[in-house]
Structures are given as C-alpha cells and as structure tokens.
C-alpha cells in the first residue's frame, strides 16, 4: 500500500467522521494516524499511546494485503506454515471484529473504508466466489467444468458442487441460497 493510497483512505475517514455527529473518544485515533502518516510512525509526543498503536497495526495490516494479495490469517491446519507476524496481523483484526461495539466511531468509519478489512470475511469471500461464480457463467454462457484445463474453472464448479450439497442438506443460509438460485436460474436459461 503506498502513502498515496494511505493518504486517500485518511481523508476519506476524516470526511465521513466530520459529518456525523461530535465524538470526542474518536479524536485521539484520527489524530494518531494524521501523525502516523506525517511521521510514518515515529514516537511522539502529545498523541495517545494506544491509538498510535492502532493506527500502526491498521497499516501493517492494510500493506501486508497488499504486498500478499490476501488478508493475513489467524489460524491454519498447518500452523508451522502460518508466519508469526501474519497470526499477529490475523488475530488482531479478529479482535477488532469482536470487539466492534467498543470502537470509536472514527475507528469503525477507517476499518469500513480499509480495502483490506472485512467485518465478515466469510461472507466477503462466499461473496466474491458467487461473483466470479456469475462472471463465468455470463462469459461463457455456461456452468463451469470439473473436467477443464483451467484451474480456475475448475475450483468454481468444486465450489458450486459444493453450494449445492449444502442448498439439497438445506444448511445453506438462507439470503446464500437466494443468491445462489439467482446464479444458478440464470445457467438454465
């Protein structure tokens, strides 16, 4: 993630923060991360310890995505693969998750507009695999094939086999399976 990039997400925060209503618990966090970028990080004086800490780890987090191409994970089958620094990533954003009703009003503002963090990351992927699900099907007029060359195309039918199973056990829910039916009426016509 560039500064430049940094800089945008910033200002679009501070606009959307500016326009509600006056929370001061919020300011030391906009604050920190004015100084954050102006200082790229230095200790200073003046600014809360702990939102200087916050706003350090929101940028680690958002520039390991994009370095990485994906959102550090908090816990793998095999954790000897999961690198010390990317669980500590993970885990932090899974405690801004679970503690969201505790954040200031600035925080929860700058996690919505991160290009990296997802309130429910679950549902953004299932979401994303529809996506490129309903992308494929309109490019090629067809369902995907398990037997393709392509990989691609390949983990897309793994995938809506799999959404299938789930909606005939009936443990896809509900908003999925509305979802998924669209798709999957638009493959029959």
Sequence with gaps: MTTIGLLDLH???????????????????????RLFLATTGQASSGV????????????????????????????????ISLPP?????????????????RLTRFQRIR?????????????????????????????????PYFNSADPCEFRLATWAARQLHLMRSGSLPAERLMDFNSVMASTKS
């Design 48 to 79: 809360s310890k702990r939102a200087l800490n916050w706003t350090s780890k929101l940028y680690h987090y958002e520039l390991f995505t994009a370095e990485n191409g994906h959102t550090p994970r908090e816990n793998t089958r095999n954790r």
């Design 111 to 143: 996690l919505d507009i991160s290009t990296a963090f997802e309130w429910a990351p679950l549902d953004a992927s299932w979401q994303a695999r529809l996506a490129a699900y309903r992308t494929h099907v309109d490019a090629t007029g067809r369902q």
């Design 11 to 33: 200002e679009r925060a501070v606009f959307e923060y500016e326009l509600g209503e006056s929370d001061p618990t919020g300011m030391p966090f906009l604050e920190a991360e």
């Design 85 to 101: 620094e990317e669980r500590r990533l993970g885990e932090w954003a899974g405690y801004q998750r679970r503690m969201q009703d």
